[in-house]
């Protein structure tokens, strides 16, 4: 596709549940980035990958969190036992390179609400 | 760490210009990136700037001073589509394009 693509765009669960959240990246873009945003903040960093591996995986807040990004393309964030603490928007970004000129490409974002 | 400063509104008429301030914390420090946020929307970059000076690009232009730890970002002749949310953003060493991003600076352009 044209740009970064996530799914799904909203994501209602019950506290406790598993969910998984998916990002697709543009084609071609070796490092993919999570990040979450509560309202009136800005994007927080969770985990980067560059190609299949996470480079760095400082940002998740526990470990109920975790991500993968298996053929180094489609990534999958996955959350266990929900928390009402955990409701925000996960935004999925990628870049061509990872180490030119601080440009991500962002997608629309998952909007997660732990009911 | 990593922390960084913005003022959180900001309100101009339409056709003027605006300048929006940054301040950051960091070790490290690569660049400074901007983006723009429309309400319900992704992020939008718009400029990065690495080295001290002005960068232009249109109607909008960023400039950083390293020694000063300060940046901003300029927006000229504005329009309405203009109102956003702006968020500036450090990029560390080691962390590919990871952003540390701060509480944006909300612009609302008025007639």
């Known amino acids: 596709g044209a740009g970064v693509s996530q799914t799904p765009s909203n994501k209602v669960t019950e506290k406790g549940k598993y969910v998984e959240l998916r990002c697709d990246p543009i084609s071609g873009h070796t490092a993919l980035y999570w990040y979450r945003q509560s309202l009136g903040q800005g994007p927080e960093f969770l985990i980067y990958f560059q190609g299949t591996g996470a480079a760095d995986d400082s940002g998740l807040p526990n470990d109920r969190f975790f991500a993968v990004r298996p053929e180094g393309s489609v990534s999958t964030l996955k959350i266990q036992r929900t928390e009402r603490g955990d409701s925000a928007v996960y935004l999925c970004?990628?870049?061509?390179?990872?180490?030119?000129?601080?440009?991500?490409?962002f997608g629309q974002g998952t909007r997660l609400t732990v009911v | 760490g990593q922390s960084l400063e913005q003022p959180s509104e900001v309100t101009a008429v339409e056709g003027a210009i605006v300048q929006i301030n940054c301040t950051y914390q960091?070790?490290?420090?690569?660049?400074l990136s901007w983006y723009q946020q429309h309400d319900g929307g992704a992020p939008t970059f718009l400029s990065y700037n690495a080295l001290d000076g002005l960068e232009e690009t249109g109607r909008f232009s960023s400039f950083l001073s390293r020694s000063d730890s300060y940046g901003y970002l300029l927006l000229q002749e504005l329009q309405m589509k203009d109102s956003a949310s702006y968020f500036c953003a450090v990029r560390a060493r080691g962390g590919g394009n990871k952003l540390t991003f701060g509480t944006g600076t909300q612009l609302k352009v008025e007639l």
């Open positions: 960091t070790s490290g420090f690569y660049g």
């Open positions: 970004a990628s870049s061509l390179s990872p180490g030119k000129n601080g440009e991500a490409f």
